[in-house]
């Protein structure tokens, strides 16, 4: 059997720890590639099987197989969608995601004809506390860890041994497995797009760190790297209306656009003390309205001005002095410890404001009225998001949502 084997990374590259990272760097779609290989591989190479291992993501490589006939089977990553079922495309690819975090492991049978897959049989290991963990594994994982977890072994910050973080420079505080909190609420974000809190318009796609079982959830301080893993600083600057309702309506597009080649990340920004309604419907530049910010010091929300200034805090990067979370802002100042020098790891900003918490513990009243980008659940003049493409539940729509207008005064019907 020949096996012909086409492979990309990310169209995008990382887009929130600097514009450094991929300096320099062309990212593509992948349709040139396909476009040129599928031949070679089917005409010249004549495989037997054509297999892709793509992290273009789910809806792009879906996108992909349809366009493009002659691809058996794609392993896809990066949106932090699940497939328990394959996604099946009108071309006859295969197409598996097994989500984020390791959660589930695919398991796809092949047989072959002449050209091509005669029949094919696919297991989802669902990976949970059920599975009796590998000692030999268990071993190697406990040896890797120990200087990152309390004991004798750790690295405290000050010894030459001490963990650096490679985007700040800043050092690792205390081992990850601290407790650094307390919560009463499930705390995640990988709600799908038929719930309540969509996770798409949440603001992020990531399974549940942490759950409050019996009581209060512990919130460990490898929790928030979980959460965190770029590295990034926190800054306070200012910005405009404008630039706040551009950076909104720039990431709806990028996340609901019925054109899935023109997306660049996976949900809308959610932000503390902003609240706005969302029109999946309403096309480029029209899915935010109702934008609502309460201004420091205040309970009363007022409509965001786009000619008003603003603090606005977020990731930093020193790599990009004039950004904070990749917006244009003045009057820039980096969060540091007491010392008025010392930077601070953003997962180490979060562990100091739940301890000033009551209790150190997240509760409902902590975090206040949600959700706070509404859809149709909690405003019943809004539009729900569309229904799956395919057989799974589905994060993000995995064909975009089509810009109907007049919506709201009139949603789509159901397919």
């Known amino acids: 059997m020949k096996v012909g084997i086409l492979a990309f990374t990310t169209d995008r590259g990382p887009q929130v720890v600097g514009t450094n990272i991929t300096q320099g760097i062309c990212f593509t779609k992948g349709d040139a590639e396909v476009t040129a290989f599928i031949p070679i591989l089917r005409n010249v190479e004549h495989v037997d099987l054509l297999v892709m291992v793509s992290e273009l993501g789910l809806a792009n490589n879906i996108r992909l197989a349809e366009a493009h006939p ?3 089977v794609i392993l896809s990553s990066d949106m932090h969608e699940r497939t328990p079922a394959p996604v099946v495309t009108s071309t006859g690819t295969v197409i598996v995601e097994e989500g984020d975090g390791g959660t589930m492991i695919g398991e796809l049978e092949i047989k072959l004809k002449s050209y091509g897959i005669k029949e094919w049989t696919w297991t989802a290991h669902i ?27 750790f690295c405290q910050p000050t010894e030459a041994c001490a963990h650096v973080n490679p985007f700040n420079s800043t050092r690792l505080q205390a081992p990850i497995d601290t407790v650094v909190g307390y919560t009463t609420i499930p705390l995640h974000r990988a709600n799908f797009s038929n ?26 301080l490898a929790d928030l790297y979980n959460f965190i893993p770029i590295g990034p600083l926190i800054a306070k600057g200012t910005v405009s209306g404008a630039a706040v309702k551009s950076q909104i309506e720039s990431a709806a597009d990028g996340a609901l656009n019925p054109n899935v080649s023109l997306w660049t990340g996976g949900w809308l920004f959610n932000f503390a003390g902003l609240t706005m309604d969302v029109n999946p419907y309403g096309g480029t530049n029209g899915r935010a309205s109702n934008i609502m910010v309460r201004p420091w010091g205040t309970e ?80 019943p003049s809004l539009c729900p998001l569309p229904p799956p493409s395919f057989v799974n539940p589905e994060i993000q729509p995995l064909r975009g949502v089509p810009v109907v207008p007049g919506i709201p005064v009139l949603c789509p019907p159901s397919p």
């Open 70 to 72: 002659g691809i058996d």
């Open 127 to 153: 990976i949970n506390s059920t599975i009796a963990e590998n000692p030999t594994i268990a071993a190697k994982v406990a040896e890797v860890r120990k200087t990152f977890v309390s004991g004798p072994d």
């Open 195 to 220: 719930e309540p809190m969509p996770a798409v318009i949440e603001g992020s796609s990531h399974e549940a760190p942490v759950a409050p079982d019996g009581g209060p959830g512990l919130i460990t």
């Open 300 to 379: 009363t929300p007022v409509p965001l001005d786009p000619l008003q200034s603003y603090t606005y805090a977020s990731y930093f990067y020193a790599s990009d002095p004039t950004l904070v979370n990749r917006t244009p802002a003045t009057n820039i100042t980096v969060v540091t410890d007491i010392d008025g020098v010392t930077l601070l790891d953003g997962t180490e900003v979060v562990a100091r404001y739940l301890q000033l918490l009551p209790n150190q513990t997240v509760t409902a009243d902590v975090l206040g009225p949600l959700p706070r980008n509404r859809l149709a659940a909690s405003n």
